[in-house]
């Protein structure tokens, strides 16, 4: 395998990949990040596309539900925008401050003498400010981000279309008809994720993937990941293993020390390298 070339791998090794979610896995949720990002979601869905408020909640979450992302769900639906600017506005008043260095963090991610990608829905300038306020930035060797995975702008919707009503669909006893499907390439599709293994060039059946997501566990155990639960001591469906935080990583997965070579061998020399490092 080409990987046992590049970093001096054992054959034997059941793994030669980590895969890391980045919000809420590498930081916990208890920064107030998400609670804060769905607040700047719910704004922008108000002030930037003109939908009522009263309609914000339900639409929020059904588009979520069913598309993995609310912005995914909204260009399904037929809204149309730029999307540094949807990122820009979520991400850019979100409180970093409340990330913190996580220096033991940092040691157990240089200590792991394997691959080590970032895969997150996120776009490369807030992944690459949660790095760094974790003081992580140079733990990865790169990263898989929203413009990795959708490089380009896709206009699925004409001037004159309608915005489809996915609210009325599900009011209905019984939904008549198929949901519109969403240009954004994102977890937890499991063609986005095969599609982000493809371009990094990453064996499924030889990668731990570490999730706080659920779905995104159970999808990526869909595509042949080992996969990890972050945030909560109990198994679910689909988890191989079940972390209550990340740091329990060596108390959990001693087998993935389980090799002679020395830490140095593996460090990554500079700043991560965001999205193009990973292409195949």
Known sequence: MEFENRYGLSSTQKYDCLLFDLDDTLYPLSTGLARECGKN????????????KD??????????????????GLRAIGYDFDYDEYHTFVHGRLPYENIKPDPVLRSILLS??????????????????????????????GIICFETLNPTHINAASENSEIFDIVGHF????????????????????SAIEKALE????????????????????????????????????????????????HNMKEALPELWESDRKSSDVGYSGKVAVETSVRA
């Open 171 to 190: 009011d209905r006893s019984e939904p008549v008809g198929s949901l519109p499907k969403t240009p954004i390439v994102c977890k937890p599709s499991e």
């Open 112 to 141: 792991l003498p394997l691959r080590k990608v970032i895969f997150t829905n996120a776009d490369r300038v807030h992944a690459a400010k949660a790095l760094k306020k974790l003081g992580l930035e140079d733990c990865f060797e």
């Open 199 to 246: 371009m990094a060039n990453i064996d499924p059946n030889r990668t731990l993937f570490f999730e706080d997501s659920v779905r995104n566990v159970q999808a990526g155990k869909r595509v042949g990941l080992h996969t990890v639960l972050v945030g909560s001591p109990n198994k679910v469906k689909g988890a191989d293993y079940a972390l209550e935080n990340i």
């Open 41 to 52: 979601i719910k704004d922008y869905m108000v002030e930037k596309l003109g939908i009522p």
């Open 55 to 72: 309609l914000i909640v339900e639409l929020s979450n059904l588009l979520y539900k069913n598309y993995g992302t609310t912005m995914a």
